[in-house]
């Protein structure tokens, strides 16, 4: 599985942007997508997840109000809808995903199995 992210870029506080990320190999594989995100000297964090098979969705409490993940199936691409960024949503920004199939839906790092290479989202002041 080979994913590809894109859409960030440089965004004034108070903007959106839409990243997207491309799935692509054995994706069939896929029971679930991931976003998170890195911001410099800070760990990395989860964003949100959603599952392949049911739908489920999953938002972490410090984008939840401000985000929307949905897929394309057909596409097979992974969206993040971002709103009202500030410059503490400065960072790289990466998706996942995950192979094991796991109801309730699961949004750790760690049980991720694949990671594109991010997209860097700097939001200015």
């Known amino acids: 599985v080979q994913l590809q992210a894109s859409g960030g870029g440089l965004v004034q506080a108070g903007g959106s942007l839409r990243l997207s990320c491309a799935a692509s190999?054995?994706?069939?594989?896929?029971?679930?997508m991931a976003w998170f995100r890195q911001a410099p000297g800070k760990p990395r964090e989860a964003i949100a997840c959603?599952?392949?098979?049911?739908?489920?969705?999953m938002y972490s409490d410090s984008m939840k109000s401000r985000t929307t993940i949905s897929s394309d199936n057909a596409k097979k691409t992974v969206y993040l809808q971002m709103t009202s960024l500030n410059t503490d949503d400065t960072a790289v920004y990466y998706c996942a995903s995950r192979i094991t199939y796991h109801s309730p839906l699961q949004c750790h790092e760690f049980v991720m199995d694949y990671w594109g290479e991010g997209t860097q989202v700097t939001v200015s002041s």
């Open positions: 190999g054995n994706i069939f594989s896929i029971n679930a």
């Open positions: 959603i599952s392949g098979r049911n739908g489920e969705i």
